[in-house]
């Protein structure tokens, strides 16, 4: 069996838990925070988990992770 390659993009963005589960940054956290309230950003800071629906193919993306 030969090596698989790992996504780049992929490597950067996911981390897998113990369980298998994908955790994942949220989104719209970098730049142009000025007009988004604190309540939200302090949202976006926490990590959480992907969608079930995309979790199969992640996994394929990062498969030594």
Do not use: C, E, Q
Not at 24 to 41: M, N, Q, V
């Amino acid at each position: 069996m030969p090596k698989l390659k790992t996504h780049s993009g992929a490597k950067k963005r996911f981390n897998l838990t113990k369980t298998g589960k994908v955790k994942r940054a949220h989104a719209f956290k970098s730049h142009i925070l000025t007009k988004k309230d604190t309540k939200r950003g302090r949202r976006l800071r926490s990590t959480t988990y992907a969608d079930v629906t995309n979790t199969d193919a992640i996994k394929k993306m990062i498969p030594y992770k």
